[in-house]
């Protein structure tokens, strides 16, 4: 075998070769931006996808957050009102009787009518009244 050597061609800033011509100028008013011919699009489309992904997760689950929050609320209330008028306890005690997962439910009382309202912000709202013998009966949805 000859001719065939096993070496590296030489490097260019070492051969004696001509040197490459200058990059050319680029005016100042584009210095700094990328470009804008689809290769490189950034990251608000990424944003906005996300964006409309999450609005149209929202739209559909939506009646199921107001769903639960219907059915904690009433709970809420219903439970609050046994604990204060059945029980004789203070409504701050009465929220330590809650679930785990409800800390959102908050629960107010209205003393004159013996009514606790239980709710959860911006989606729900319900009450529940005390009826002596009865106990606490939960008031229609509004």
Aim: proline share 11%; with cysteine; aromatic share 8%.
């Amino acid at each position: 075998m000859t001719g065939v050597t096993n070496t590296n061609p030489p490097d260019p800033a070492t051969a004696d070769q001509k040197p490459s011509a200058p990059p050319p100028d680029v005016p100042p008013h584009l210095r700094g931006r990328r470009r804008r011919d689809g290769k490189s699009g950034g990251w608000l489309p990424w944003v906005i996808g996300f964006g409309v992904l999450l609005a149209i997760f929202l739209v559909w689950k939506f009646p199921s957050f107001k769903a639960q929050a219907e059915l904690g609320s009433a709970y809420a209330a219903r439970v609050g009102c046994s604990c204060r008028y059945v029980q004789g306890r203070s409504l701050d005690s009465c929220q330590t009787d809650f679930e785990p997962g409800m800390e959102i439910v908050s629960l107010s009382d209205d003393p004159a009518t013996k009514t606790v309202t239980g709710s959860v912000p911006l989606l729900a709202s319900r009450s529940a009244r005390y009826a002596g013998a009865s106990g606490c009966l939960i008031g229609p949805a509004n």
